[in-house]
């Protein structure tokens, strides 16, 4: 489900509800996505040399859920600093990644 609306919403999000600019909007969706290209490749490197998926798919999926819920508690606080968006976002693709690499 956040991964549709991330997909869907995520500049119109930062625009409407942080007064962002399109542009540092979509910088911020520019940090989430090379971050979930660069985990998705070394996860799936290193899932295959080490010959297991199911670390990588536990460990994405704690990031992912640690991440989703800080996201979730400073997504409605307006003094939520573009740093701190850009930490979230990260940990968050990188855990997206993790487990669905492995799982995939």
Known sequence: MFYV???GFFVLYFVSNFGYSI???NGLATWYWVANLVA???TGI???RVGRRLPFMVAGAVISIVALASFA???TEPQTSYRTFVVLLVLLAIG???A?????
Do not use: H, I
């Open 73 to 75: 508690q400073r997504a």
């Open 40 to 42: 998705l490749l070394l």
């Open 5 to 7: 609306t991330r997909v």
């Open 100 to 104: 669905n690499c492995a799982w995939l």
């Open 46 to 48: 290193l899932s295959d």
């Open 96 to 98: 997206g990644a993790m």
């Open 23 to 25: 542009s540092k909007a």
